[in-house]
């Protein structure tokens, strides 16, 4: 599985980013997604994940409220939809894919990352 971030960039603290991730070489509808992301010189870090059917979401504490991960599994993506961004969420986004389909917090699959910078 090959995982593709796009989205990443700089925006005002208050601001809103959308990070999408499409993944390829087979099909992830059965698998759980999510979103980790790692500050400069900071430990990686889980965001946000969501199980295979959806129907499910995991936030970190720090995001819920302003974060919302969604999937659409005939596109084989899935979306990070980041709102009243603080300068504390700025790091690189990774996008995660995990085969067991539930909630994780160790993915098999990582994508490169997307730097998202937040500031005034």
């Known amino acids: 599985v090959q995982l593709q971030a796009s989205g990443g960039g700089w925006v005002q603290t208050g601001g809103s980013l959308m990070l999408s991730c499409v993944a390829s070489g087979r099909s992830v509808s059965g698998y759980g997604m999510g979103w980790f992301r790692q500050a400069p010189g900071k430990e990686r870090e889980f965001v946000a994940t969501?199980?295979?059917?959806?129907?499910?979401?995991f936030y970190r504490d720090a995001v819920k409220g302003r974060f919302t991960i969604s999937r659409d599994n005939a596109k084989n993506s899935v979306y990070l939809q980041m709102d009243s961004l603080k300068s504390e969420d700025t790091a690189v986004y990774f996008c995660v894919a995990d085969r067991r389909g539930g909630q994780f917090y160790d993915p098999h699959y990582w994508g490169q990352g997307t730097q998202v910078t937040v500031s005034s």
């Open positions: 969501i199980t295979s059917d959806g129907l499910r979401t």
